[in-house]
Protein backbone atom coordinates (compact mmCIF):
# COMPACT_ATOMS: atom_id res chain seq x y z
CA UNK A 1 0.00 0.00 0.00
CA UNK A 2 1.02 3.43 -0.27
CA UNK A 3 1.25 3.75 3.33
CA UNK A 4 3.73 1.22 3.66
CA UNK A 5 5.59 2.18 0.95
CA UNK A 6 5.63 5.65 2.48
CA UNK A 7 7.60 3.77 5.56
CA UNK A 8 10.46 1.99 3.85
CA UNK A 9 11.16 5.29 2.20
CA UNK A 10 11.75 6.64 5.22
CA UNK A 11 14.12 4.58 6.43
CA UNK A 12 16.38 5.83 3.66
CA UNK A 13 17.64 9.48 4.45
CA UNK A 14 15.37 12.13 3.06
CA UNK A 15 15.81 15.37 4.07
CA UNK A 16 12.80 16.91 3.01
CA UNK A 17 10.62 13.74 3.91
CA UNK A 18 11.62 14.21 7.27
CA UNK A 19 10.85 18.04 7.74
CA UNK A 20 7.30 16.65 6.66
CA UNK A 21 6.60 13.81 8.76
CA UNK A 22 8.22 16.43 11.60
CA UNK A 23 5.53 18.82 10.73
CA UNK A 24 3.08 16.33 10.53
CA UNK A 25 4.04 14.73 13.90
CA UNK A 26 3.49 18.35 15.72
CA UNK A 27 0.17 19.17 13.50
CA UNK A 28 -1.07 15.91 15.02
CA UNK A 29 -0.29 16.88 18.64
CA UNK A 30 -1.64 20.39 18.29
CA UNK A 31 -4.71 18.57 16.93
CA UNK A 32 -5.66 16.93 19.90
CA UNK A 33 -4.87 19.70 21.70
CA UNK A 34 -7.26 21.88 19.29
CA UNK A 35 -10.18 19.19 19.72
CA UNK A 36 -10.06 18.97 23.41
CA UNK A 37 -9.91 22.70 23.32
CA UNK A 38 -12.65 23.38 20.46
CA UNK A 39 -10.42 25.46 19.10
CA UNK A 40 -11.91 24.79 15.90
CA UNK A 41 -14.15 27.77 14.53
CA UNK A 42 -16.81 27.14 11.29
CA UNK A 43 -17.15 29.44 8.83
CA UNK A 44 -20.44 29.64 6.41
CA UNK A 45 -21.08 29.93 2.81
CA UNK A 46 -24.00 31.09 1.55
CA UNK A 47 -25.64 28.56 -0.92
CA UNK A 48 -28.32 30.31 -3.26
CA UNK A 49 -31.40 30.16 -5.12
CA UNK A 50 -30.06 31.13 -8.73
CA UNK A 51 -33.16 32.65 -10.16
CA UNK A 52 -34.48 34.56 -7.33
CA UNK A 53 -31.23 35.28 -5.35
CA UNK A 54 -32.88 34.06 -2.00
CA UNK A 55 -30.70 32.20 0.45
CA UNK A 56 -31.44 28.70 0.55
CA UNK A 57 -28.48 27.23 2.79
CA UNK A 58 -25.00 27.71 4.24
CA UNK A 59 -22.38 25.09 4.55
CA UNK A 60 -20.13 24.96 7.67
CA UNK A 61 -16.57 25.04 6.62
CA UNK A 62 -14.14 24.27 9.36
CA UNK A 63 -10.66 26.75 10.16
CA UNK A 64 -8.31 26.32 12.40
CA UNK A 65 -6.86 29.27 14.22
CA UNK A 66 -3.12 28.46 15.12
CA UNK A 67 -1.04 31.00 17.02
CA UNK A 68 2.04 31.03 14.68
CA UNK A 69 0.58 29.37 11.50
CA UNK A 70 -2.67 31.80 11.26
CA UNK A 71 -5.66 30.42 9.92
CA UNK A 72 -5.13 27.11 9.18
CA UNK A 73 -7.70 25.64 6.30
CA UNK A 74 -9.02 22.03 5.98
CA UNK A 75 -7.19 21.02 3.42
CA UNK A 76 -4.00 21.20 5.46
CA UNK A 77 -5.72 18.95 8.43
CA UNK A 78 -8.72 17.03 7.03
CA UNK A 79 -6.95 14.51 5.86
CA UNK A 80 -4.05 14.19 8.35
CA UNK A 81 -7.34 13.96 10.78
CA UNK A 82 -9.08 11.15 8.65
CA UNK A 83 -5.91 9.74 8.80
CA UNK A 84 -5.46 9.41 12.94
CA UNK A 85 -8.91 8.83 13.54
CA UNK A 86 -9.35 12.63 15.00
CA UNK A 87 -11.91 13.36 12.09
CA UNK A 88 -14.47 11.49 14.50
CA UNK A 89 -13.86 13.50 17.46
CA UNK A 90 -13.33 16.40 15.35
CA UNK A 91 -16.48 15.92 12.89
CA UNK A 92 -18.54 15.47 15.86
CA UNK A 93 -18.08 19.27 16.92
CA UNK A 94 -18.63 20.30 13.41
CA UNK A 95 -22.29 18.45 13.47
CA UNK A 96 -22.93 19.86 17.24
CA UNK A 97 -21.88 23.53 16.47
CA UNK A 98 -23.48 23.95 13.15
CA UNK A 99 -26.70 22.32 14.89
CA UNK A 100 -26.48 24.81 17.43
CA UNK A 101 -25.64 27.23 15.36
CA UNK A 102 -29.05 26.67 12.64
CA UNK A 103 -31.32 26.92 15.55
CA UNK A 104 -30.28 30.42 16.86
CA UNK A 105 -30.92 31.02 13.15
CA UNK A 106 -34.12 29.78 13.00
CA UNK A 107 -34.92 31.17 16.82
CA UNK A 108 -34.26 34.59 15.36
CA UNK A 109 -35.17 34.41 11.69
CA UNK A 110 -37.69 31.70 10.61
CA UNK A 111 -40.73 33.91 10.95
CA UNK A 112 -39.35 36.62 9.03
CA UNK A 113 -38.48 33.74 6.25
CA UNK A 114 -41.86 32.40 6.44
CA UNK A 115 -43.94 35.70 5.79
CA UNK A 116 -42.35 36.42 2.70
CA UNK A 117 -42.82 32.21 1.52
CA UNK A 118 -39.30 31.11 2.62
CA UNK A 119 -38.56 27.94 4.52
CA UNK A 120 -36.24 27.59 7.56
CA UNK A 121 -32.58 27.76 6.13
CA UNK A 122 -30.76 24.58 6.22
CA UNK A 123 -27.21 23.68 6.94
CA UNK A 124 -25.56 21.63 4.69
CA UNK A 125 -22.34 19.81 7.02
CA UNK A 126 -19.16 18.03 5.39
CA UNK A 127 -18.79 14.78 6.53
CA UNK A 128 -15.56 12.50 5.49
CA UNK A 129 -15.38 8.54 4.74
CA UNK A 130 -13.54 8.02 7.53
CA UNK A 131 -16.09 9.64 10.18
CA UNK A 132 -19.32 7.93 8.05
CA UNK A 133 -18.03 4.42 8.79
CA UNK A 134 -17.86 5.09 12.46
CA UNK A 135 -20.08 2.62 14.53
CA UNK A 136 -21.08 5.91 16.64
CA UNK A 137 -21.53 8.06 13.42
CA UNK A 138 -25.42 7.81 13.20
CA UNK A 139 -25.91 8.36 17.11
CA UNK A 140 -24.16 11.60 16.50
CA UNK A 141 -26.38 12.38 13.64
CA UNK A 142 -29.08 12.26 16.34
CA UNK A 143 -27.61 13.92 18.99
CA UNK A 144 -27.41 16.99 17.40
CA UNK A 145 -30.68 17.04 16.17
CA UNK A 146 -32.12 16.38 19.32
CA UNK A 147 -29.76 19.28 21.42
CA UNK A 148 -30.26 21.44 19.12
CA UNK A 149 -34.11 21.17 18.28
CA UNK A 150 -33.52 21.82 14.62
CA UNK A 151 -35.91 19.61 12.08
CA UNK A 152 -33.97 16.82 10.29
CA UNK A 153 -34.72 18.16 7.44
CA UNK A 154 -32.77 21.55 8.29
CA UNK A 155 -29.81 19.47 7.79
CA UNK A 156 -28.09 18.32 5.04
CA UNK A 157 -24.56 15.99 4.92
CA UNK A 158 -22.63 16.42 2.35
CA UNK A 159 -20.45 13.06 1.49
CA UNK A 160 -17.88 12.30 -1.37
CA UNK A 161 -18.38 9.36 -3.51
CA UNK A 162 -15.52 8.16 -1.42
CA UNK A 163 -18.09 7.08 1.02
CA UNK A 164 -20.64 5.16 -1.56
CA UNK A 165 -17.55 3.75 -3.27
CA UNK A 166 -17.79 0.85 -0.87
CA UNK A 167 -21.07 -0.54 -1.04
CA UNK A 168 -21.38 -2.12 2.22
CA UNK A 169 -24.02 -3.07 4.02
CA UNK A 170 -23.57 -0.79 6.43
CA UNK A 171 -23.36 1.91 4.28
CA UNK A 172 -27.02 0.87 2.41
CA UNK A 173 -28.28 0.64 6.31
CA UNK A 174 -26.62 3.63 7.68
CA UNK A 175 -28.01 6.09 4.07
CA UNK A 176 -31.50 4.24 5.03
CA UNK A 177 -31.48 5.22 8.44
CA UNK A 178 -30.51 8.58 7.80
CA UNK A 179 -32.94 9.45 4.85
CA UNK A 180 -35.74 8.36 6.99
CA UNK A 181 -34.89 10.08 9.92
CA UNK A 182 -35.22 13.12 7.46
CA UNK A 183 -31.83 14.52 6.72
CA UNK A 184 -30.78 15.34 3.80
CA UNK A 185 -27.92 14.07 1.72
CA UNK A 186 -25.79 15.68 -0.62
CA UNK A 187 -23.08 13.89 -3.20
CA UNK A 188 -20.18 16.82 -2.67
CA UNK A 189 -17.93 17.19 -5.97
CA UNK A 190 -20.01 15.38 -8.05
CA UNK A 191 -18.05 14.62 -11.72
CA UNK A 192 -14.65 14.45 -9.60
CA UNK A 193 -13.32 10.62 -9.20
CA UNK A 194 -15.51 7.96 -9.69
CA UNK A 195 -18.97 9.46 -9.44
CA UNK A 196 -21.39 7.88 -11.23
CA UNK A 197 -25.34 8.84 -11.79
CA UNK A 198 -26.02 5.18 -10.35
CA UNK A 199 -25.61 6.50 -6.66
CA UNK A 200 -28.49 8.64 -7.40
CA UNK A 201 -30.66 5.25 -7.41
CA UNK A 202 -28.81 3.12 -5.00
CA UNK A 203 -29.05 5.48 -2.08
CA UNK A 204 -31.16 8.30 -0.72
CA UNK A 205 -29.48 11.24 -2.36
CA UNK A 206 -31.50 14.63 -2.14
CA UNK A 207 -28.65 16.84 -3.46
CA UNK A 208 -26.23 16.30 -6.08
CA UNK A 209 -23.09 19.36 -6.07
CA UNK A 210 -21.58 19.90 -9.25
CA UNK A 211 -17.82 20.58 -8.88
CA UNK A 212 -16.09 23.47 -9.57
CA UNK A 213 -14.13 22.25 -12.09
CA UNK A 214 -17.54 21.58 -14.38
CA UNK A 215 -18.59 25.27 -13.45
CA UNK A 216 -14.79 27.16 -14.34
CA UNK A 217 -15.43 25.78 -17.81
CA UNK A 218 -19.01 27.03 -18.75
CA UNK A 219 -18.69 30.02 -20.44
CA UNK A 220 -15.70 28.90 -22.85
CA UNK A 221 -16.69 24.75 -23.45
CA UNK A 222 -19.75 23.28 -25.17
CA UNK A 223 -18.49 20.01 -23.77
CA UNK A 224 -18.66 21.24 -20.05
CA UNK A 225 -22.03 23.13 -20.44
CA UNK A 226 -23.88 20.21 -22.45
CA UNK A 227 -22.35 17.72 -19.27
CA UNK A 228 -23.61 20.26 -16.73
CA UNK A 229 -27.26 20.82 -18.38
CA UNK A 230 -27.38 16.96 -18.66
CA UNK A 231 -26.38 16.35 -15.17
CA UNK A 232 -29.23 19.07 -13.95
CA UNK A 233 -31.67 17.46 -16.36
CA UNK A 234 -31.38 13.80 -15.29
CA UNK A 235 -31.01 15.02 -11.63
CA UNK A 236 -34.22 17.15 -11.90
CA UNK A 237 -36.21 13.80 -13.42
CA UNK A 238 -35.31 11.75 -10.06
CA UNK A 239 -36.39 14.70 -7.67
CA UNK A 240 -32.26 15.63 -6.99
CA UNK A 241 -31.91 19.37 -5.99
CA UNK A 242 -28.19 20.19 -7.85
CA UNK A 243 -25.92 23.06 -6.60
CA UNK A 244 -23.50 24.64 -8.67
CA UNK A 245 -20.08 25.04 -6.89
CA UNK A 246 -17.49 27.49 -7.08
CA UNK A 247 -19.56 30.43 -9.31
CA UNK A 248 -17.31 33.07 -10.01
CA UNK A 249 -18.87 34.88 -12.67
CA UNK A 250 -22.19 36.50 -13.32
CA UNK A 251 -22.50 34.51 -16.64
CA UNK A 252 -21.39 31.51 -15.12
CA UNK A 253 -24.83 32.12 -12.77
CA UNK A 254 -27.18 33.42 -15.56
CA UNK A 255 -25.77 30.25 -17.73
CA UNK A 256 -27.10 28.00 -14.84
CA UNK A 257 -29.96 30.43 -14.04
CA UNK A 258 -30.69 29.32 -17.64
CA UNK A 259 -30.15 25.94 -18.47
CA UNK A 260 -32.44 25.37 -14.96
CA UNK A 261 -29.69 24.46 -12.02
CA UNK A 262 -31.72 25.43 -9.14
CA UNK A 263 -28.93 26.71 -6.77
CA UNK A 264 -25.35 28.02 -6.52
CA UNK A 265 -22.46 28.57 -4.30
CA UNK A 266 -19.44 30.43 -5.10
CA UNK A 267 -17.16 33.66 -4.10
CA UNK A 268 -19.71 35.48 -6.48
CA UNK A 269 -22.23 35.73 -3.99
CA UNK A 270 -20.43 35.75 -0.83
CA UNK A 271 -16.83 33.82 0.33
CA UNK A 272 -17.36 31.57 3.60
CA UNK A 273 -18.57 33.57 6.32
CA UNK A 274 -18.14 34.44 10.39
CA UNK A 275 -20.97 33.42 12.03
CA UNK A 276 -21.65 37.61 12.78
CA UNK A 277 -21.26 37.96 9.34
CA UNK A 278 -23.81 35.24 8.30
CA UNK A 279 -26.28 36.93 10.34
CA UNK A 280 -25.84 39.92 8.44
CA UNK A 281 -26.18 38.40 5.54
CA UNK A 282 -29.74 36.36 6.52
CA UNK A 283 -31.24 40.15 6.90
CA UNK A 284 -29.92 41.20 3.90
CA UNK A 285 -31.13 38.19 2.28
CA UNK A 286 -34.74 37.38 4.03
CA UNK A 287 -36.39 39.25 0.50
CA UNK A 288 -39.87 38.28 -0.36
CA UNK A 289 -39.35 36.09 -3.96
CA UNK A 290 -41.73 35.21 -6.73
CA UNK A 291 -44.29 32.71 -5.83
CA UNK A 292 -43.56 29.15 -7.43
CA UNK A 293 -47.36 29.03 -8.77
CA UNK A 294 -46.93 28.63 -12.34
CA UNK A 295 -48.97 25.88 -13.71
CA UNK A 296 -47.44 22.73 -14.66
CA UNK A 297 -48.09 22.61 -18.49
CA UNK A 298 -46.72 19.74 -20.72
CA UNK A 299 -42.77 19.75 -20.79
CA UNK A 300 -42.64 21.40 -17.32
CA UNK A 301 -40.86 20.81 -14.42
CA UNK A 302 -43.77 18.52 -12.71
CA UNK A 303 -42.30 18.12 -9.44
P1 LIG B 1 -15.94 21.38 -0.24
O1 LIG B 1 -16.87 20.72 0.68
O2 LIG B 1 -16.07 21.04 -1.68
O3 LIG B 1 -16.12 22.94 0.02
C1 LIG B 1 -15.98 23.91 -0.98
C2 LIG B 1 -14.63 24.60 -0.92
O4 LIG B 1 -14.50 25.49 -2.01
C3 LIG B 1 -14.41 25.45 0.33
O5 LIG B 1 -13.02 25.43 0.64
C4 LIG B 1 -14.82 26.83 -0.15
O6 LIG B 1 -14.25 27.87 0.60
C5 LIG B 1 -14.29 26.81 -1.56
N1 LIG B 1 -15.04 27.69 -2.45
C6 LIG B 1 -16.33 28.04 -2.39
N2 LIG B 1 -16.67 28.85 -3.40
C7 LIG B 1 -15.55 29.05 -4.13
C8 LIG B 1 -15.25 29.82 -5.31
O7 LIG B 1 -16.09 30.48 -5.90
N3 LIG B 1 -13.96 29.75 -5.76
C9 LIG B 1 -13.01 29.02 -5.13
N4 LIG B 1 -11.77 29.03 -5.65
N5 LIG B 1 -13.25 28.28 -4.02
C10 LIG B 1 -14.51 28.30 -3.53
P2 LIG B 1 -12.46 25.15 2.09
O8 LIG B 1 -13.31 25.84 3.12
O9 LIG B 1 -11.00 25.43 2.09
O10 LIG B 1 -12.71 23.59 2.28
C11 LIG B 1 -12.03 22.65 1.50
C12 LIG B 1 -12.56 21.26 1.71
O11 LIG B 1 -12.32 20.81 3.05
C13 LIG B 1 -14.07 21.14 1.55
O12 LIG B 1 -14.41 21.07 0.18
C14 LIG B 1 -14.35 19.87 2.30
O13 LIG B 1 -14.09 18.75 1.51
C15 LIG B 1 -13.32 19.92 3.42
N6 LIG B 1 -13.97 20.39 4.66
C16 LIG B 1 -14.28 21.64 5.07
N7 LIG B 1 -14.87 21.65 6.27
C17 LIG B 1 -14.99 20.35 6.64
C18 LIG B 1 -15.53 19.68 7.80
O14 LIG B 1 -16.09 20.29 8.73
N8 LIG B 1 -15.44 18.31 7.82
C19 LIG B 1 -14.89 17.61 6.79
N9 LIG B 1 -14.85 16.26 6.88
N10 LIG B 1 -14.38 18.20 5.71
C20 LIG B 1 -14.42 19.55 5.62
MG1 LIG C 1 -18.79 20.39 0.80
MG1 LIG D 1 -17.51 20.49 -2.88
MG1 LIG E 1 -14.12 19.73 -2.24
Not at 40 to 69: C, K, M, N, S
Not at 130 to 138: A, H, L, M, S
Not at 217 to 246: C, F, K, N, P, W
Request: proline share 6%; aromatic share 6%.
Amino acid sequence: SAKSAGKRQWCHYQPSLQAGLVARHELNENLDTAIAESAFRLYYQPIVDLATGALVAFEALVRWPHDRRGMVLPDEFIALAEESGQIVPLGAWVLERAAQETAAWHAAGSAARAAVGLPPLRVNVNVSARQFRDPGFVDVVRGAIRSSGIPPQSLVLELTESVLMRRDDRVHTDMRTLGDLGVGIAIDDFGTGYSSLSYLREFPISILKIDKSFIDGLGHSQQQYALVEGITRIADTLGVQVIAEGIEHPDQRDLLAAMGCPLGQGYLFARPLTPEQARTFIEEHTLPVAPLNEPAGPGGHGG
